[in-house]
């Protein structure tokens, strides 16, 4: 089944932007977190951002803190991603995740149980 659906992938040259969405009407519950992932060929899975609460606190994996933006919209059913500066080390397919309770400002839990099907963005140099 699938629980959260992405879009906005591309191409895009090394300092451009794409905006990442994540359908995700059935986690609107303010204890739900939704988390962005990407995975590399050949890398692991690696947490990138993720929101949660009815204040919306957010967390940010180094390697992207200052570049990437996560927010929602006011039904709390989309969250984006925004990523501006990006680099060629940001190719990867992106996937929206949910959990309760997934989401901290230090930190994002790694094991998330509802999941998309990913979306893939490519920077060129």
């Known amino acids: 089944e699938e629980w959260l659906v992405e879009s906005g992938g591309g191409l895009v040259q090394a300092g451009g932007s794409l905006r990442l969405s994540c359908a995700a009407s059935e986690f609107t519950d303010v204890d739900y977190a939704i988390g962005w992932f990407r995975q590399a060929p050949g890398k692991e899975r690696e947490g990138v951002s993720c929101i949660i609460g009815s204040d919306d606190s957010t967390y940010y994996a180094d390697s992207v803190k200052g570049r990437f933006t996560i927010s929602r919209n006011n039904a709390r059913n989309t969250v984006y991603l925004q990523m501006d500066s990006l680099k060629p080390e940001d190719t990867a397919v992106y996937y929206c995740?949910?959990?309760?309770?997934?989401?901290?400002?230090?930190?994002?839990?790694?094991?998330?149980?509802?999941w998309g099907r990913g979306t893939q963005v490519t920077v060129s140099s």
């Open positions: 995740a949910a959990e309760l309770w997934g989401c901290t400002t230090d930190r994002m839990t790694k094991e998330y149980d509802y």
